[in-house]
């Protein structure tokens, strides 16, 4: 199972990661990469943004022309998240941009400051953070051996301590060399090596994750995560698979978006890896109860 090394992973990078927040920040490239005119076209499963029994709080539909610094942070990064992996996270332009109404991350085979790809790795921390809600990313992930796109969820305030006693939702994860698996867990309890995980994980049905967009969902209540794909149900934690750990979801978390590329859970890109790849998200949009604070 891929969950102890993915939190060594969490661990390093939560530490680690340095946050830049100039709108006009513009990282140097050691060569001059294109945007490349990738299809994204939109298929796959589509809701409206009305959502019953929610009020939208937050939304970006990624319809501008440029990303909007307002909402994101680039995180400035080489350090290989602790999990050997092969990407610098940088705020080119051409490793994350707005196209045809869609946020995308791309990774870059490119020699970089003593790493072998280029991608990108965006938050919303301090300028978007929630404690409960619904959280609908609507998104198309690449596949391949070596490739890890992620939609997750960190605390920002870290209430409870260093990872992962202040815990993690991990909304969609995938590891390219299985093409048709979600995966989606949370991380908590003691110290590493006695951290520890529950989740899910779920094939597809059609294509793979790659070949159609897709609806991921939590919905995040006192004392419960549920888990979704296209509006269907794939998961429930509650307090009680916790025990006898403390339950730390009940603090305001922020959300990731990124791209990696290697490591020990993917393991590395091989021959049959075609570069470049791309992370497309049609929208992100939280939503909570009436009554959320």
């Known amino acids: 199972m891929p969950y102890l090394i993915l939190s060594l992973v969490v661990l390093t990078q939560c530490s680690r990661v340095t946050l830049v927040n100039q709108p006009d920040l513009y990282t140097p490239m050691a060569e001059n990469i294109e945007l490349d005119e990738t299809s994204t076209e939109n298929n796959g499963y589509k809701r409206a943004i009305d959502r019953k029994g929610w009020k939208l709080a937050w939304t970006d539909e990624f319809n501008g022309t440029e990303i909007d610094t307002t909402k994101w942070t680039h995180e400035i990064n080489g350090d290989g998240g602790g999990n050997n992996e092969m990407q610098f996270y940088v705020a080119s332009k051409a490793n994350s941009y707005i196209k045809d109404d869609f946020l995308v991350i791309k990774a870059a085979q490119q020699n970089y400051k003593g790493k072998f790809y280029t991608s990108a790795r965006l938050n919303t921390k301090f300028k978007a953070d929630w404690t409960y809600g619904r959280f609908d990313i609507r998104a198309k992930t690449p596949v391949q051996q070596g490739v890890w796109p992620a939609i997750w969820m960190l605390p920002t305030d870290w209430t409870y301590g260093a990872w992962p006693l202040s815990g993690e939702i991990d909304i969609m994860e995938s590891v390219g060399h299985q093409p048709k698996t979600w995966v989606g867990t949370l991380h908590y309890g003691e110290a590493w090596p006695n951290n520890k995980h529950t989740g ?13 967009f897709r609806l991921y969902s939590v919905e995040w209540e006192p004392n419960e995560i549920r888990w979704y794909v296209d509006d269907s ?5 509650t307090t009680k698979d916790l025990e006898p750990h403390k339950w730390p979801f009940d603090q305001r978390f922020h959300m990731i978006l990124n791209l990696a590329i290697g490591g020990q859970w993917p393991g590395l890109p091989d021959e049959s890896t075609i570069f470049p790849k791309y992370m497309f998200v049609d929208y992100v949009r939280v939503y909570q109860k009436n009554n959320a604070q």
């Open 200 to 212: 899910t994980s779920v094939d597809v049905k059609q294509g793979d994750l790659s070949t159609q």
């Open 233 to 237: 149900l794939m998961a429930t934690k």
